[in-house]
């Protein structure tokens, strides 16, 4: 959603995406992270 956001040029909505992202992600279980941490900080350098 955040790529989306950021593509359509919102200037809003990619930081509230990326908040939600990072929500999301503290509440994975440690074995989900792994596979997630990459999608996340690529998320957060389109910043």
Same mark, same amino acid.
């Given at each position: 959603?955040?790529t989306? %956001? *950021?593509? =359509? !040029? %919102?200037?809003? !909505?990619h930081?509230?995406a990326?908040? *939600?992202? *990072? %929500? =999301?992600?503290?509440?994975?279980? %440690?074995?989900? *992270? !792994?596979?997630?941490?990459a999608?996340?900080?690529?998320?957060?350098?389109?910043?």
């Amino acid at each position: 959603m955040g790529t989306a %956001e *950021r593509a =359509a !040029g %919102e200037s809003v !909505g990619h930081p509230q995406a990326l908040a *939600r992202a *990072r %929500e =999301a992600f503290a509440a994975l279980d %440690e074995s989900d *992270r !792994g596979w997630c941490q990459a999608s996340l900080d690529q998320l957060a350098a389109e910043t």
